[in-house]
């Protein structure tokens, strides 16, 4: 697992190879069963996850009850409730496998511990989340500028391997439509 992890971290920065070879110490895998929690809303949130295999989306209970789907990662995405995460309080999301998920899981403690020790990883991490900061804006410019067809034709041409692997409802919840709705697009545009 963790050789897929200093795969994507050499697409950001260069370590020496001896400081890689110490990396895996700092992280904890771990396996989770489709629809299997990673974290729980209200629950104290002490880790973040590097997706090595599977689909995970992140989501909270919104007052009536239903769930709403913020985010979704994949293989080679970083996934948590960063803020929870960055201040050690109760998760606002909880995070959920959509497949059989394998994943690199980090603690806080540990992470620092690790950056003091190979203070390259600081590049990687800076990079890899200003990036993910980026597209978190873009999808909320998306949102008040496109139409609902404009926003879910942006999703298929810039994310089609989520159309493939994310269940219909979680889709529409992310995009802000019912799956009535959703259905009705995908009628109109896929046929």
Known sequence: ??????????????????????????FVQKEFKK??????EGHRCFEKYFIVKGCVHLCYLKQNGSEQTIDFALENWWTSDFMAYQQGTAARFSIRA????EV?????SSQRKLLEQVPELNAYFHRVFQRAYAA????????????????YLHFLAHYPEFTQRVPQYLLASFLGFTPEYLSELRKKFLS
Do not use: N, W
Not at 35 to 40: S, V
Not at 98 to 101: F, K, Y
Not at 136 to 150: A, G, I, N, P, T
């Open 1 to 26: 697992m963790i050789q897929q992890l200093l795969a994507h971290i050499a697409q950001f920065c260069t370590i020496p190879a001896d400081k890689a070879a110490g990396l895996e110490p700092f």
């Open 35 to 40: 629809k299997e929690l990673l974290l729980t």
């Open 98 to 101: 959509i497949e059989h998920t």
């Open 104 to 108: 690199l899981s980090i603690s806080d």
């Open 136 to 151: 978190s804006q873009m999808r909320v410019r998306y949102l008040y500028d496109f139409s609902k067809e404009q926003l």
